[in-house]
């Protein structure tokens, strides 16, 4: 079966600071997408960065980057220099068969 | 503008009742989703349409049903089957004819039971 596991189910950081959101999931396929959402209290689903697996470099948005491990099969979100908008579920997602992790619930601290 | 329209975004019902919850899409998708949104459970898939008049079950689709007769509509039924049917309903599509697999998202129906 295909799954896709996020263990921290809340996590905090303080306003600037860095953190790293954690992801990996189980397949057999050798070329998907990887995909991290952000859902804030309004609900709504925004994309926050994508990483195709055959590409071997890492995925950078600005502030958001991933550390796309693909033998591990391990998709880790950092968000640097934290910001107060950040706060909100966050959803790892495995675009091949459309499914998603349970979520993190990041809180950032002023 | 293109979108994704959910509607109603509210939706109360009695229990033992059927409801229909309304999605449209104007990006010219050819593939569209639908999701359960449970506090601590994330999204999980209850149907999903790959192209019209076809459709499939997703992991949790017993106590739903779906139709797509038309590329842009793809409501859900939350049939008195469903025994625990309070959530929150998320419709996606995708363009299937790029390579990026991103899905849009609806804003959402949140369903009570009452």
């Known amino acids: 079966a295909q799954t896709v596991t996020q263990s921290q189910p809340e996590m905090s950081v303080q306003e600037a600071e860095t953190v790293t959101l954690s992801c990996t999931y189980d397949t057999s396929e050798n070329n998907y997408y990887l995909f991290w959402y952000k859902q804030p209290p309004s609900r709504q689903m925004i994309l926050v960065i994508r990483?195709?697996?055959?590409?071997?470099q890492n995925a950078t948005e600005n502030r958001f980057s991933v550390n796309f491990q693909k033998a591990a099969k391990s998709f880790s979100l950092k968000i640097s220099d934290s910001q107060l908008g950040d706060t909100a579920m966050y959803f790892c997602?495995?675009?091949?068969?459309?499914?998603f992790g349970a979520g993190t619930r990041l809180t950032v601290k002023p | 503008d293109g979108g994704i329209t959910q509607s109603p975004k509210y939706l109360f019902r009695k229990e033992g009742q059927n409801v229909t919850l309304s999605c449209e899409q104007n990006l010219n998708h050819d593939a569209m989703y639908w999701y359960r949104q449970d506090p601590g459970q994330g999204l999980r898939l209850i149907y999903y349409s790959q192209i019209v008049n076809d459709f499939q079950k997703g992991d949790i689709a017993e106590g739903y049903s779906v139709s797509r007769e038309k590329k842009e509509s793809f409501p859900l039924t939350v049939t008195s089957a469903q025994k625990n049917p309070t959530a929150f309903y998320l419709c996606?599509?995708?363009?299937?004819?790029?390579?990026?697999?991103?899905?849009?998202f609806g804003e959402g129906s949140r369903l009570t039971v009452l």
């Open positions: 990483q195709e697996a055959y590409k071997q």
């Open positions: 996606a599509s995708k363009n299937t004819g790029t390579n990026t697999g991103e899905l849009f």
């Open positions: 997602a495995f675009m091949n068969i459309m499914r």
